[in-house]
């Protein structure tokens, strides 16, 4: 595996003390790349039969992603490592613990983005593990491209290269009561 980009590091939930994701949220780590801008964290990830129209996506957007970190699982990172000649994190394959590597990432917000390429005409062996990975980004409120259209969107965005921070997912949001008298 590549150590090109930064390494993870864990940040752990304490319940019994009332520490939760939410007090670090803020303070997530993106390294400034020029005035107005951040340096994101994507995570690149294509089934067998996308892996063409992954790395075809990539190459396009070559300079864009040369600006950030590039995380990818197995095979794919080897491929858009060749074809991008840039550094490029390499993750398990995504059947043998790569997805669960990356939904690791974003839990620890570490991963910012996801641009996951799925094949749509096929069930993947793994699908429980796919599933579980959209679920994580879903649920850690990170951008998710399934498709080049919205990857596009995704990275285009003023957004995506300015200072935003993504809101704190609702279940780390403080309750909000609405006590009201019983009568």
């Not at 935003?164 to 997912?169: C, E, F, N, Q």
């Amino acid at each position: 595996p590549s150590s090109h980009a930064p390494s993870m590091q864990a940040t752990w939930v304490d319940h019994d003390r009332g520490v939760t994701r939410a007090d670090f949220i803020a303070d997530w780590t993106f390294t400034a790349s020029g005035p107005d801008s951040r340096k994101r964290h994507i995570a690149l990830v294509g089934h067998d039969h996308m892996k063409r129209e992954l790395a075809d996506w990539a190459v396009h957007n070559r300079d864009l992603l040369a600006r950030h970190h590039v995380y990818a699982t197995g095979t794919t990172g080897r491929i858009l490592s060749e074809q991008l000649e840039m550094p490029v994190h390499h993750f398990l394959s995504g059947p043998l613990g790569g997805d669960q590597q990356i939904g690791a990432g974003i839990a620890e917000g570490t991963i910012d983005a996801l641009i996951f390429v799925c094949e749509p005409r096929a069930p993947q062996p793994h699908e429980p593990d796919v599933k579980a990975l959209l679920r994580i980004a879903t649920l850690w409120n990170i951008p998710v491209a399934c498709n080049r259209t919205t990857a596009d969107m995704i990275v285009t965005s003023p957004l995506f290269t300015g200072a935003y921070r993504p809101g704190a997912p609702a279940f780390l949001r403080p309750a909000e009561t609405s006590a009201r008298p019983v009568t």
